[in-house]
């Protein structure tokens, strides 16, 4: 078992229980265009990038320096509404939704593995014009930029890590787990009390989630497809020893981690710091897993920080 996938089905699980006694079989996912009536914004687009069709934000001065959102798993490019206010003032910021993920809906290849995550990463920025960008990443989104950043060194200006995805646990690392039926039940019909138990062990602060943020995290989880996609990941999520590969990572990283994280464990983070060549990691007190969610404008103002000193200041 991982440590990043044990602590997903933990959070899972805790939805997974309210499956029971549910009629999942009953349960319809929501169609496409009627979520995309309801959340897709004048600003999105859906640009062919590999074959599908991805939802892509593209926020601020063409002109400013790029940053790169990346989701975590089950959510999608709204997770960073509240950082993006804050910093497209200064920067341009692009979001997109993960592949498998929000409005752009299951990938008919079924390329979810985080090796072909990282890759699709250099796709979106081939596709859109940009050779060089700030990217940030929480979570699922976490690992996958960091493995990009290794792999790409010159497309990287510097790296923002919230509770990233890397370490496996107890030596069993680069084979899938299995996925309880019960997970399954819970990703592909999303039953309302689920969720409030799966977000009560994202956020330290359940309170501070408002009826209507988690009305679209259960319609883009909803969304037809993403439900079997999430399975699917699930199926081919490995995490390898992260240790050869975080040490290639060049760009200057900055790690934020919630003290309250009850997805990854926040000692991953110094784990890191300790390998990685240009890391440093700010704890947050009273976060849990999203903390830019938790807290925006405490992470913008490190972001910001942390870019004043690489030179990236907007």
Request: hydrophobic residues 40%; without cysteine.
């Amino acid at each position: 078992m991982r440590k990043l996938l044990a602590g997903l089905l933990v959070v899972l699980a805790a939805g997974a229980v309210a499956v029971l006694g549910y009629n999942y079989k009953a349960s319809q996912g929501v169609d496409q265009a009627t979520v995309e009536e309801a959340y897709l914004e004048t600003q999105d687009q859906f640009v062919p990038i590999d074959g599908l069709e991805v939802r892509v934000r593209d926020e601020g001065p063409r002109d400013a320096p790029v940053l790169l959102m990346l989701h975590g798993f089950t959510f999608s490019l709204e997770s960073f509404d509240a950082l993006a206010e804050r910093l497209s003032t200064d920067y341009r910021v692009i979001r997109y939704d993960l592949r498998g993920h929000g409005l752009t809906g299951p990938d008919p290849q079924k390329r979810y593995s985080p090796a072909q995550r990282a890759e699709h990463i250099g796709a979106v920025l081939d596709t859109l014009g940009i050779e060089r960008a700030t990217i940030i990443g929480n979570s699922l989104g976490g690992l996958a930029s960091w493995r990009f950043a290794a792999e790409n060194p010159s497309r990287v200006e510097a790296l923002v890590l919230i509770s990233p995805g890397a370490y496996p646990i107890n030596g069993v690392s680069d084979e899938p787990a299995p996925v309880p039926p019960l997970v399954e039940a819970y990703l592909r019909t999303v039953p309302e009390a689920g969720l409030e138990a799966s977000l009560s062990r994202i956020y330290a602060d359940p309170s501070k989630i408002t009826p209507e943020r988690k009305a679209e995290i259960r319609a883009m989880m909803r969304r037809e497809g993403n439900g079997e996609a999430f399975v699917d990941a699930l199926k081919v999520f490995t995490l390898p020893d992260p240790e050869p590969m975080l040490a290639r990572v060049e760009a200057p990283t900055l790690i934020i981690w919630g003290r309250e994280d009850q997805v990854i464990s926040p000692d991953d983070g110094s784990k890191m710091v300790a390998v990685m060549p240009r890391a440093e990691l700010v704890l947050l007190e009273d976060i849990g897993h999203v903390a830019h969610e938790e807290d925006p404008e405490r992470v913008a103002r490190e972001i910001e920080r942390f870019l004043s000193t690489t030179g990236l200041d907007g």
